[in-house]
Each structure stands twice: as C-alpha cells, then as structure tokens.
C-alpha cells in the first residue's frame, strides 16, 4: 500500500509547525461551528489530528490510484467528441475516487459542504496530488475557483454554486485571451447587459484554458465597451448546463498531457456577476492568481519530489564500473543538492501558506464582527507578507522543479531520455510550472517591489531575531553577512534611478532575497529537528556561492554596459 | 423497517508481505509480528453493501466482526467508508474459535439483528477457509449465494446476483433474508471519506473507553453514534460448550514448510500452432477467460 503522505515525513513536520494553533484558531474562529456539523473540530488538537488523518486518505488515494494511473493519462490524454470534453479513463478515476472520499471543496466552509481546511493542509494536499500526476493536479486544483466565489460572489451566486464543489463539480478560470497572455488587461472577450431580460451574456474567444470544460468557470471579460485598461475588466461565473460554448479544440502539448487545455469560444453565453463591475481583474483576478501561484508552487514541488524519489531509487540500483553509480561524488552531490532544494522551497511553500491562512482568516472573520486595531495591523502584516512571499515561491519552486526534474534525467542517463521510466514525464511536465500563472520574469516583477519597498529586508531582520543552536551561529553569520550584501546593493541600484537598470538586475537581486530567505527558514526547521542538518547547511553554502556570484555581477556592472546586451532582430 | 444489511467482516494479519518472523516455532501465525489490517476481501462486500445502499437511500449497514478489543478499529474503517453502525463480539470465551465455533457466534449476533441481508467477504487471508459465511448460511437456515461478483437488481423481497466461478459467470436470483460471499473480481472497496472519518474517529466501544487517557463521558452523551456497541458471550445467550477450544473440532496436527519443486518448461515459437497451445493452456489454468 503506497501512501504519499505517510512515506514524506516532511509534510508532518510542516503540519506540526508552532504557527498552526493561531492558524486554527482563527480559520475556525474559536470553533463556532463545533455543536453544528458532526465533522467539525472540538478544539486545536482535535483539528491537526483531522487534518493528519484527511491527508493520509489523501496520501493513499495518489498512492494507489492517482499515481498508478498517470502513465495511462499521459498517453491517451482527453478528447474533444461533439463538443464535450472527454477526460481519459484514467483521470475520470481519479476525480471520481477524489469526490467519493469528499476531497473537492477542502477549503470551503462546512455550511456550502466544505471541509473549511486551512491553506496548509490544503496545500499539502496539493502537493501529494501533485507528485502523483500533475496534469491530473490543474484539474483538482482548480477548486481553488471556489475560493475565489466565497470570497467576492453575492450569498445568493454562493448558495447556488458553491455546495456542488464537494459533490464533484469541476471548474475554470478563462482568463487568457489569443492576444491577452501576461497582459491580461488586453482580455477582449464582451460581457453586455440585457436590460430586458436582466441578464448579462458573454461573447468572444478564450485561449489555453486548462480544463476549459468545466462544470463552473470563471470567465474574465470586458464590461465597459470602450475601455482599453483593466478598469474596464469584470469577473463572471458561467454554468456549463447553457451549454452556450464552443470547443474549438484541445492543445497538443509538451507536458501534463492528462489536463486539457481549449480553445473557446462563447456565443451569447448567459453568465452572472461576481462581485462589483470593473474590480474582475484589479482585484479578483490578482486573487485568483495569488492562490494559483500557490498551487503551482505545491505543483512544483510535488513534480520535484516524484523527480527526486525516482532518480536516488535508480542511483541506487543502477551498477556501472562495479557500484551503484549513488557512490559516486558526481552523482551524490546533484541528489544531496537535489533534496536540499525541494527541502527549502517547499520550506518557503509552507511558510507563504502560513502567511495567507491568517489574513484569509481574518478576512472571514471581519464579516461578522469589527476587527480590533491590532487584530488589523496583524491581518495588514500578514497580507503585505504574503504578498511578497508568494511570487518568490513561485519563481524559485518551479525553477527548481525545472532544475530537478533534468538533473533526475541526467541521473537515468540514456534510459531517462527513453519512454520507459516515468522520469521523462516528469521531466516534460515540469516545464509548464515556470510558464503559466505568471511566467518567471513576472514573478521577478511582481516580487522587485518587495525589494523596493523593503519587506524583504524587514522580514529577513525579523527572522534574525529568531532562536539558532550555538552549533549552528556559523550558517546564520554566513546569513547576515549575505544580507549586508543584498542591503547595499539593492540600494545602491533602488538610489540610481534608473527603471531600466533596475529591470535588469531585478532578478538578480530577488534571487539575493530568496537566497537569505529559505536559508533562514530551513535554520529554523533545523533548530525545529535536526533532520534538516545536512540540507541547511548544503543550501546556505549554496545560497553563499549564488548570492556571491550575482553580488560580483552587479557590482562590476556599469550602466553604460546595459546597452552591450540589446538585440534587434533585422 | 428499512432494508437492513449486516456486513461480516475480520480484522486479520497482513499477510501479503509477511516477513522471516511471521510464524512462530509452534507453527501459529506471529499476529504482533504483522499489522493488522481489513480483510480485503470484506472490503469488496462492505462495497457491495454501500453500493446497494446508493440505490435504497434509507438502506442500513451494520458492521459485524468478532475479535479482540483492538477489532474496533476495522468497525471504524467501516463507518469512515459509509456504514451506518457497527458491534464487536468479544470475549475472552471466544478465544481459540474455528470456523465452527465462529459460526455458531456469528449466527446467534446475525439473528439478533434481523438482516434482510448478510454480506461476507468470500474468505479472509489468514485461513483462506472460505467456510464462516456459509456455515452462518447454514445455522441460520437462510440460502447463500457464494463467489458475488455483483449485486445487479435489489429491493427488500430479492436480489439478482451475478456469481463468478471457475469456468464463467452464473446469474441467480434469490429470495431475502440471504446471505452472499463476495468474490475479489467485485469492485473494490470505495475510499475513506474525509467527513465521515472526522465524524466517526472518536467512535469507541467500552473497553477502548477505558483505556482512554482523555475523558470521553460528554461526547459520547452528546453524540450516542460514536458508542461502538459490544457484544459478549452473555449477550448473545451463547452456549459456551460450542465457543472456543472446546467448540471447534479443528486441531493442528502439523506445520510444514512446502517448497514448490520447480515445473517443466516448454520453449514456445510464434508460429500459429505454439500460440494457440499457449491460449488453450491459459485458458484451462484461469489466467485469462
């Protein structure tokens, strides 16, 4: 019996983190609703105790079904048949074993049917779907809509749609556009209001929408005609029972063959508003982003995972010169460095879920009451935080994803360039997570503000003031003095005024943050347990080398030299 | 009354992997050596029963296995995946009990609970003897239906079974009461659900309460469905000459440690002729048809 929760003791221990009793506390707001649902928590330790014991069902059903069926749904992949799209055999079992064991919905609250699973466990669940088949992932994962509905849908819109998440519906988020990728605020697709029928229909094109069939989606669209900017963008919830979409077609892809990516077209689409006019992209979409971004980055991680297991189990068995190649400096130092970046990112993974679970939850917690001033400030806190947090666990979980996935492959040798071994899917599927939900030179932009406005720095400062073992003062020196560097050079460039020039080395000096970052976060898991040893000190000594060599790049460079690296194309 | 089901199922030793201490010198199976699990083939008749009760909505499952305390668990697992309620029969009296014996226990619960249906696994990996569901057939004067596959038509007067046997399928109908042994080509056994088991993983019977280090004496007031019912010797007004050592004829003689010798080979080619000796052998061996 295969189980992906309880084989990574990782995740238990992110579980059991300190934070999580606020976490609760707050998600469950003191457990109102312990006398109401027979499922609901009686206290905190009644919560953790359900969240370990939902993920080992999730655990056992990516063990024994998800992940055994990922080589099937990689090959046969869905079809388009008379407009319908048709999952291959193999994820239409996996979605329907998820809603038997009422795993869709985990986030919603208990009155729409939902488990009300905080972020953590949410994500961690993620993850472990993730490692089992990350096409099948974007399908699970897109439940993540119905947070979107709950958050900024009216009651009535909730009442209508959100109790049919746990029963199994499915759902999209139509955002993309042939001419809207990155710039979303290009979306074209019309939304116009019949006065008449008191209705709003929808019209237009939408293009690589995963899973684009869906039971619910939630479609970005144009509502006021004229406009050219995203003020004129609004949010809409779509039923599949109109039946008013065309499928033009599914996309023949490079990786997560098992999600199916359309082509649509609406015509004439009855469609309701979510939440109020011209908000669509300025704020609900960024929200539906930050929590995809999440997800990708539990994707990423889950991809990475399954990557790493699959090439120290090769390391070990595979025999060349007359030992298991695992004995070999060149091969044990790609896997040790290998597990010390899934070990730090999905560090960062947990401690970015952390961070929106207590703004989310205070949130939900304002509708009902006023929320006193330093309840405020802690919610402001946590929000700036994640914020901040979430693009840099994006740009470096599936970057690593990338890096692990081919360094697996390299580990397999001629074999993992075969079909053979499950290696090569997972190599391919890991090129999607640094491309969609914002590419990585977008998480750059979206996090350079946070080296701009100094919440980088001042969370850095306040893991300083955290507690480290007198054995390992030596790694967290090494931590202040690499933030010295980054504190004068990102100021140094923030001082010369130049867009451009900060454009330039902006990734460079987010990866600078990063760097510091999940180093201080993994000395933290050290000092939690010393399992966390030989990872730390691996990717401090790492972070020292990378920090080092893009410290040296913008200290030589000179702004004159910007112009040494534009192309033109005749 | 609803249609009610009792669902017969045994926690046994997981003996799929088992390991170099398995067995002990005298030849019994090393219980503490292995983990104890659901007899899966009980899991495909717990399946059985949930997917009968899909289709009559107030249908009733109830859970019946007999074990040491620490069998509780295998009732939870039960209401986790749907069961309605379940009974542990237990006592020290029952200890060292053959299938006869077993039986005999069995019955006397079955007939308190007045089944319009009982479901068994066709056998439980630890003895493969495939004869308590039967024998509780037998002392109940009831028809049993072996070797399930499918459950094709029910309601509350009779079922249509489709039975899997060595040389195809049998299609029988039957009146209720009844009682049918589950075959492992029946669907598996549908997943924990995450409400349930959060609703249900408090359930308890009396001798686990005891053990307890928490106190339980307010939320088993507050929620009497997480009461796991106990049943003992006395009430089931058992006759202690047939439980036990003394109830069950069965003796082991002799454990012995067989070595499969190793068979024949036969070097096949492609040609039409080796092929179609190839098809005919797997078919009279079962591999395949």
């Keep these: 019996m295969d189980n992906f929760y309880t084989d990574n003791p990782n995740l238990k221990f992110h579980l059991r983190h300190p934070l999580m009793e606020k976490i609760i506390r707050l998600k469950e707001n003191e457990f109102a609703d312990k006398d109401k649902y027979d499922y609901a928590f009686q206290d905190f330790e009644d919560a953790l105790d359900s969240y370990d014991k939902v993920l080992e069902i999730v655990g056992e059903i990516c063990g024994e079904t998800i992940a055994p069926n990922a080589e099937s749904v990689d090959h046969e992949g869905p079809q388009l048949i008379n407009n319908e799209v048709i999952y291959a055999p193999g994820t239409k079992e996996n979605h329907e074993t998820l809603t038997k064991a009422g795993l869709i919905g985990m986030s919603l609250p208990r009155e729409y049917g939902g488990l009300n699973f905080a ?89 690589f929408i995963t899973n684009g069939d869906a039971d619910v989606s939630l479609v970005l669209a144009r509502t006021e005609a004229g406009t050219t900017d995203g003020r004129g963008l609004s949010l809409f919830v779509y039923d599949r029972k109109h039946k008013a979409l065309t499928i033009r077609r599914i996309e023949n892809k490079l990786g997560i063959k098992g999600s199916p990516t359309c082509e649509l077209v609406f015509k004439d689409a009855p469609a309701q508003l979510v939440g109020d006019r011209k908000m669509g992209l300025i704020k609900y979409v960024m ?83 006023k929320l006193e001033p330093e309840e405020r400030n802690d919610a402001k806190h ?28 390299q580990i397999h040798g ?93 990734r460079r000096l987010v990866e600078m943050a990063g760097y510091i970052i999940m180093g201080y976060l993994l000395l933290q898991d050290t000092h939690r347990n010393e399992q966390y040893r030989k990872s730390t000190e691996i990717f401090i000594r790492k972070a020292k080398t990378e920090c080092a060599s893009r410290a040296e790049f913008i200290r030589s460079f000179e702004e004159k030299s910007l112009g040494t690296y534009k192309i033109t194309w005749e | 009354m609803s249609f009610r089901i009792v669902v017969l199922a045994k926690q046994v030793p997981d ?25 899966p083939e009980d899991l495909h008749a717990l399946e059985q029963a ?82 308590v569901g039967p024998q509780v057939a037998e002392k109940l004067g009831i028809p049993q239906v072996t070797y399930c596959e499918e459950v094709t038509d029910v309601n509350e007067d009779e079922l249509v079974i489709k039975r899997r046997l060595e040389r195809g399928i049998e299609i029988v109908k039957s009146k209720t009461p009844l009682l049918i042994t589950v075959h492992s080509s029946a669907p598996p056994c549908r997943p924990r659900h995450a409400k349930l088991l959060m609703k249900y993983k408090h359930a308890r019977t009396v001798s686990e309460l005891v053990e307890e280090t928490k106190d339980y004496t307010e939320m088993m007031t507050n929620k009497p469905y997480l009461r796991i019912e106990e049943w003992s010797v006395a009430d089931l007004d058992a006759d202690v000459q047939y439980l036990g050592l003394s109830g069950s004829p069965t003796k082991v003689k002799k454990i012995e440690n067989v070595v499969l010798a190793k068979k024949d080979s036969i070097d096949l080619t492609a040609d039409d002729k080796d092929i179609d000796y190839l098809m005919k052998e797997l078919i009279d061996s079962h591999v395949i048809g």
């Design chain 1, 414 to 506: 001629g074999t993992g360039y075969m079909k053979d071994f499950p290696v090569e899917r997972l190599y391919r599927d890991a090129r999607i997570t640094n491309i969609y939900e914002g590419t990585s030179q977008l998480q750059v932009v979206a996090a350079i503000r946070a080296v701009g406005n100094g919440a980088y720095l001042k969370l850095i400062r306040e893991y300083e003031q955290h507690d480290v073992k007198p054995e390992f003062d030596y790694l967290k020196n090494s931590l202040v003095e690499l933030t010295e560097d980054f504190e004068k050079l990102s100021k140094q460039i923030l001082e010369a005024k130049n867009t451009e020039l900060l454009d330039f080395h902006a």
């Design chain 1, 382 to 409: 946590h929000n700036r935080v994640a914020d901040a947090l979430t693009p840099l666990l994006k740009l470096f979980a599936s970057e690593y994803c990338n890096e692990i996935a081919s360094d697996a492959l």
């Design chain 2, 50 to 131: 949930l997917s009968i009760k899909d289709k009559i909505e107030d249908a009733e499952i109830i859970i019946l296995t007999m074990g040491p305390p620490r069998a509780a668990e295998i009732i939870r697992e039960a209401l986790y995946r749907g069961a309605t309620s379940g009974y542990l029969i237990t006592d020290r009296k029952f200890a060292g009990s053959d299938t006869l014996a077993t039986s005999y226990a069995i019955s006397l619960a079955v007939k308190k609970l007045q089944p319009h249906l009982v479901i068994a696994g066709r056998q439980a990996i630890d003895g493969d003897t495939a004869q």
């Design chain 1, 287 to 369: 929200s539906l982003m930050n929590s995809a971004r999440l997800g990708v980055g539990a994707q990423s991680i889950g991809i990475a995972e399954a990557a790493y297991r699959e090439a120290l189990k090769y390391a070990y068995e595979r025999e060349q010169f007359g030992k298991p190649i695992i004995k070999y400096p060149a091969v044990y130092e790609m896997l040790s460095v290998m597990k010390a970046k899934i070990d730090a990112s999905r560090s960062l993974l947990y401690e970015t879920a952390r961070y929106v679970d207590i703004y989310k939850a205070y949130g939900f917690i304002q509708e009902e009451r």
């Design chain 1, 119 to 207: 972020m953590v466990p949410y994500v961690m669940a993620a993850e472990l779907v993730s490692r089992a088949d990350a096409g099948f992932a974007n399908i699970w994962g897109l439940q993540d809509c119905a947070e979107t509905l709950h958050e900024f849908a009216s009651e009535e819109i909730k009442k209508e749609f959100l109790p049919r998440f746990n029963k199994g519906a499915t759902a999209a988020m139509d955002l993309t556009e042939p001419d809207a990728g990155s710039d979303l605020q290009a979306v074209q697709l019309k939304a116009t209001y019949d006065e008449v029928k008191n209705q709003w229909y929808l019209n237009g094109v939408k293009r």
């Design chain 2, 15 to 39: 003996t799929r992997n088992v390991g170099k201490d398995a067995m002990k010198a005298d030849g019994t199976v090393n219980r503490s050596a292995l983990p104890a699990i659901f007899n």
